[in-house]
Structures are given as C-alpha cells and as structure tokens.
C-alpha cells in the first residue's frame, strides 16, 4: 500500500501549513459580513451552557461537538473580535489539514510530491472558502486527513494501539460531523487484503461510538428538508473532479492511486446514491474528499516534473494563476449566499413599528446584532430562539399573526430574494396573504441574499 515510510521532512510539512496560514488570514474578515450559517455558529456558540446543550437535544446536534468547541473559545477569548474568533479554528484546521496531506503525499509518492499536495490542497477554492468560515468543515478535513495518516501507520505497523490511534481519530471527525463515516469505507476500499479485517474491525467501532449521535439526529432531520435533489452543478462538479482524479491515477499509478482515489470519489458517491432515498448531498458534506484531489495532484505533477515535462509545469502555474480570481472573490460579502451583517444594517434603517419574518428561520439574520431589532416589535414570535431552546424560535398560530398584523401600522418584513421558493405552512402563507391584501408596499431595499421592505396601510407611506 505503501512504499517504506522515509521520516517526516519539516519543509514538507511547514510549507503548506505556512501558505495554508497566509491564504487563510488573507482577507479573513471578508469586510466585516458573515453568513446565515456562520451567525447559527455564533448565537449557538455564545448561548449559556445549559441552553446549549438543551437545544441540541432538539436540534442540530450533528453539529454538537463543534458549536461545544466554540462555546470554551468564546469564554477563553472574551472580548477579542467575535469574527476572527469564530473564523479562527477553520483556518487552523485548513493549514493543519494541509500538513497532514503534505505528509501522506511523502508517505506515499515521495517528499517533493508530499511538498505539492499539501499546496495544491490548501489552495483548491472549496478548501480556501470552509477554511474562513464559522463551521466544522475544514476541522473534519483536518481530522480526516490526520486519520488517514495514522492509517498508514497502522497498515504498517499492525500494531493494536496505532489501529486504535487511527479509529479514535475518526470517530473525533464522525462526532464533528457524522458524514466522515464515509471516509472509513473509502479507507477500507484501500486497504491491502492482509489488513482488511483489522480495518473492518475500526470501522465496526467507529460506527457503533456514532451511533448515538446518529439516532440522535435522525430524529432532527426536519432540519435537512431544504436539501433538494442534486442539481446539474453538482453531478457535473462531481463528474468533472473525479475524472481528474481519474486521470491522475492513471498517471501516477501504484500507493498515491490506491489510496486516494477511493477517498476522492467514494464518500460524495455514496452520499449521492443515498440522496436517490432522501436528499442529502451538499458538496461541503463531504469535502475531506478533496484531500484525495490533493494527493493526486500532487503525485502527477511531481512525475510530470520527474519526466521533465515542461508543459505540466506551465500548467501548474497557469492553474494557479486561473484561480486568482477565485480565490479573491471568495474574500468578499457576494460570495456567500447571503450577508447577514448587510441585512441587519438594512433592518436598522427601516421605518416601521413592526416585524415579521418570512420565512421564520431567517430570524437568524438578526441574531448576531440584536440592536437591529430594537422597538420592532416581532407579531409572529412565541418564543425566542435561546428561550424556547431553537435556532430560530417558535412562532405563534396563524390566527394570532393575522391579529398582530393587523393590528399593526407599519411592518418590516425580511424575506428571500425575489424568485425563491416559499413556505406553504399556515403561518406563512397568512403573512403574505395579510400582507399583500392589507398593506401596500413602500420600498424595497435588496442586499446580499435579502428583501427588507416596509409596508403600510394604503395611503399612509
């Protein structure tokens, strides 16, 4: 599976754990804006304990461990900047990831093909977008990627204690977030014949020490219905990298090919195939399996550059320079599906007594700056998002909104972009109905990813 393991060179691992540092510090701001799941990450982070862990019991415990993890940084760093302590942790785990993949790379193909995956790694644009945002997704590359390190080790070794390092690892990076299970099944596609019952006995572990937060969350998975069918984008994204992977493989053949093209193609396979019974796949589920794009990469060029082929070089170099543009838009507040900071300056500056939301998770746009909301006052809500231990609180009967509004003189509302598709629930549909029935419209400011309009009743803008 693997050549003789040489011993770890520190330039081979420093290199892309230092580039990893600088692309992620670069820009890590992104001026200010952060997105709808990033404030989740926030208002979870920063509730009390208790109604931490209370609301977990009730939602999103799939991401339990990791909002735990931002729940003590945020009480160690205190007064520090919340944007750069939320972001903070992904960056660290990006760069870590990329050592990590640096060191497989050396293990498997030799240290200048190591050198080269770890760069190629930390640069690939999903990685350099999860590598600046208050979510668990580069931490569960990192955790993958260290995993699979120790799996080497312990294909070699066979020793009981580096088995148990490699599934203790992994279970980490399952309880971060449980689709990097999947990751398990590509490692046990790879492993040499002789070890695949020692694997198959991880993986049984690895699943049983899951299990609980996967019964858990299954009974949570109302939170997953806007996850539609995979669209074209996706399977062509899909299609396109692992016919790149492919195609590497082929160049380099041997351990880099055995290894990593399973961990490439399987994991977002698998999620894809799941996906015909429910829908499931969102690409940033699953992308640790870029840590095989990594290793491949990584291995073809170091033979492109054995064989002394020019043309590999230039398109090494033009590749980086096509993935300029890229990588500066992902520095900015359009390159995130909404701007929750945008939204909530937006909401501070309307002219209105009243609130509602439309639909009511997108509540979350105010729970990072709660000022924005300040004398509006909100007709749909029961109970706030901390209080009735949700992410977005509880919203009364349909009966009761229709009273509020009505009652009401002038209202705010904040609702998706023109186009997108609406809630049927009952109490949905009777703030629009109200709404549009009762009320003209006095004006419409659109920002990154929102409408906020003010209504009034006629006559009255």
Do not use: N
């Not at 050198?115 to 930390?122: E, H, K, Q, Y």
């Not at 894809?272 to 640790?288: E, G, T």
């Amino acid at each position: 599976m693997a050549r003789p393991a040489p011993r770890p060179s520190a330039g081979v691992v420093l290199g892309p754990v230092a580039l990893g540092l600088v692309v992620g510090l670069w820009g890590l701001r992104r001026g200010g804006s952060l997105w709808r799941d990033e404030a989740v990450t926030y208002d979870m982070a920063r509730r009390p304990l208790p109604d931490l862990v209370g609301t977990l019991a009730h939602a999103d415990a799939v991401h339990g461990l990791y909002y735990l993890v931002l729940h003590g940084l945020f009480r160690i760093c205190g007064d520090l900047d919340p944007l750069l302590v939320l972001r903070l942790p992904s960056v660290l785990a990006a760069a870590a990831a990329g050592g990590f993949v640096a060191l497989l790379g050396q293990r498997l193909a030799g240290p200048r093909a190591g050198l080269l995956a770890g760069a190629v790694f930390v640069l690939l644009p999903p990685v350099q977008r999860y590598a600046q945002e208050g979510r668990g997704y580069a931490l569960v590359c990192a955790l993958v990627a260290w995993a699979s390190y120790l799996l080497l080790g312990a294909v070699r070794s066979g020793s009981r204690r580096a088995w148990a390092g490699y599934g203790a690892v992994l279970l980490t990076a399952c309880l971060v977030h449980e689709f990097a299970v999947l990751a398990a099944l590509a490692h046990l596609v790879s492993l040499p014949r002789r070890t695949r019952r020692a694997g198959l006995a991880v993986t049984v572990a690895v699943a049983a020490g899951l299990a609980p937060l996967a019964v858990l969350s299954a009974g949570q998975s109302e939170q997953v219905a806007w996850i539609g069918g995979p669209g074209a984008g996706a399977l062509l994204g899909f299609a396109g990298v692992s016919a790149l992977g492919a195609g590497c493989a082929v160049l380099v053949k041997g351990p880099p090919a055995r290894f990593a093209l399973p961990l490439l193609v399987l994991p977002a396979l698998l999620l894809l195939l799941l996906s015909l019974i429910k829908p499931l796949y969102v690409d940033r589920y699953v992308l640790y399996g870029h840590l095989g794009t990594a290793l491949l990469l990584g291995a073809a060029l170091d033979r492109l550059l054995r064989r002394g082929h020019v043309l590999g070089v230039a398109a090494a170099g033009a590749a980086v320079i096509a993935l300029l543009p890229a990588t500066l838009h992902l520095r900015t507040p359009e390159s995130r599906t909404d701007d929750v900071t945008a939204i909530a300056t937006a909401i501070r500056a309307a002219d209105a007594d009243a609130i509602v939301f439309m639909p009511s998770r997108r509540r979350v746009w105010t729970l990072t700056d709660p000022s924005s909301v300040h004398g509006l006052r909100d007709l749909a809500l029961k109970g706030s998002p901390s209080a009735s231990r949700t992410l977005y609180g509880t919203e009364l009967p349909a009966p009761e909104i229709r009273t509020r509004l009505l009652a009401a003189g002038r209202v705010v509302s904040v609702r998706d972009p023109a186009g997108q598709p609406v809630d049927r629930t009952a109490q949905e549909s009777t703030k629009r109905r109200v709404l549009d029935r009762y009320f003209v419209e006095c004006g419409t400011r659109s920002v990154q990813g929102a409408r906020v309009t003010v209504h009034a009743r006629p006559g009255r803008c």
